[in-house]
């Protein structure tokens, strides 16, 4: 498995992982393709600034464009007003043909091994829904420690989420088991 940074031919990655109702099921459903081109212009901007680290899984090395999924470390803005700090967040999706192989799960602690290496992002937050037990078993089986249920804003809607966080440098685990 490999994880590079997003491009502007992840295209038709992004609407197939944010565009279709079994991939968004948790998600409050598909977004608008319209808005897909952009949206990946945006992430590889921020990709390449390394203001954000919006990584594509690649499960064979030997054929980068094919794709698994994404795997996402980013610096999350509180909303104004709310006295809250900015924290770090972490997301993966892994398209349905890929799911079942480990590939969220190893690149999810590749990334937070990175963090640990870099001593980068602090405390890392990830909200899977509540209702979504491979992406709330990926974070427990890595060190996450559940803090509880809240309503989490996501691509202007509101899901229920599970809140984990994970202290990459004290709380990771040096090899993880698939």
């Given at each position: 498995?490999?994880?590079?940074?997003?491009?502007?031919?992840?295209?038709?990655?992004?609407?197939?992982?944010?565009?279709?109702?079994?991939?968004?099921?948790?998600?409050?459903?598909?977004?608008?393709?319209?808005?897909?081109?952009?949206?990946?212009?945006?992430?590889?901007?921020?990709?390449?600034?390394?203001?954000?680290?919006?990584?594509?899984?690649?499960?064979?090395?030997?054929?980068?464009?094919?794709?698994?999924?994404?795997?996402?470390?980013?610096?999350?803005?509180?909303a104004p007003g709310t006295g809250q700090e900015p924290f770090s967040e972490i997301g993966w999706m892994v398209l349905p043909?890929?799911?079942?192989?480990?590939?969220?799960?190893?690149?999810?602690?590749?990334?937070l091994e990175q963090a640990r290496t870099e001593n980068r992002w602090g405390v890392v937050h990830a909200f899977p829904a509540a209702g979504n037990g491979p992406s709330n078993g990926i974070c427990h089986s890595l060190g996450f420690q559940l803090l509880g249920e809240l309503d989490m804003p996501f691509a202007d809607r509101v899901l229920r989420s599970n809140h984990w966080a994970i202290d990459p440098r004290t709380d990771l685990p040096q090899e993880v088991r698939i």
């Open positions: 498995m490999l994880l590079r940074n997003v491009t502007q031919d992840d295209v038709d990655a992004y609407v197939r992982m944010r565009c279709d109702p079994v991939m968004t099921a948790d998600l409050g459903g598909p977004l608008p393709s319209a808005g897909m081109a952009d949206k990946v212009r945006r992430d590889a901007q921020e990709a390449a600034s390394d203001h954000a680290w919006l990584k594509m899984i690649v499960p064979d090395p030997d054929t980068p464009a094919m794709v698994a999924g994404s795997v996402t470390l980013w610096s999350h803005e509180p043909e890929f799911q079942g192989r480990g590939l969220a799960k190893r690149a999810t602690h590749t990334l």
